[in-house]
């Protein structure tokens, strides 16, 4: 049976030191924390220092959920987070024509930057699928 390994623990770690924000647990599929982590900076730090322990098991979790294939969960989330406003991640995936709108719009006005920080792991997970069964 091949491993699945669709997230990287480096890669984890590296927002995690973002965590405040939340961006790790976005990275992980958790949209719904990762909203609190950011408006509650991390639950006023306590929940970011937890989750430095807790990020083993999110990263076995989210390997188990999200499906493997041509594009890069690791890739697609380190260009969403610093590059998103320029919809960089959007023409990762061949998704040029919104990648573009991102790139005029500054993100769609940001408002499609936050709906990719809770839906990019579907986002990829469908693409890889439709790739491997196309």
Same mark, same amino acid.
């Given at each position: !049976?091949?491993? #699945?390994?669709?997230?990287?623990?480096?890669?984890?770690?590296?927002?995690?030191?973002?965590?405040? $924000?939340?961006?790790?647990?976005?990275? @992980?599929?958790?949209?719904?924390?990762?909203?609190? *982590?950011?408006? $509650?900076?991390?639950?006023? &730090?306590?929940g970011w220092l937890i989750?430095?322990?807790?990020?083993?098991? !999110?990263?076995?979790?989210?390997?188990?959920?999200?499906?493997?294939?041509?594009?890069?969960?690791?890739?697609? *989330?380190l260009l969403l987070t610093?590059?998103?406003?320029?919809?960089?991640?959007?023409? @990762?995936?061949?998704? *040029?024509?919104?990648?573009?709108? @991102?790139?005029? $719009?500054?993100?769609?006005?940001?408002? &499609?930057?936050?709906?990719?920080?809770?839906?990019?792991?579907?986002?990829?997970?469908?693409? #890889? $699928?439709?790739?491997?069964?196309?």
């Amino acid at each position: !049976m091949q491993e #699945n390994n669709t997230h990287s623990k480096f890669v984890g770690y590296l927002l995690w030191i973002f965590g405040f $924000t939340g961006a790790h647990r976005f990275y @992980y599929g958790k949209p719904v924390t990762g909203t609190i *982590w950011f408006l $509650t900076l991390g639950l006023c &730090g306590i929940g970011w220092l937890i989750d430095f322990f807790l990020i083993p098991s !999110m990263n076995r979790e989210s390997d188990l959920r999200f499906a493997s294939g041509e594009i890069d969960y690791n890739i697609a *989330w380190l260009l969403l987070t610093f590059l998103g406003v320029f919809g960089v991640h959007r023409m @990762y995936m061949g998704k *040029w024509l919104t990648g573009i709108l @991102y790139l005029c $719009t500054f993100g769609f006005f940001l408002i &499609g930057i936050l709906i990719d920080f809770w839906t990019l792991n579907d986002q990829v997970s469908l693409e #890889n $699928t439709e790739k491997r069964n196309a």
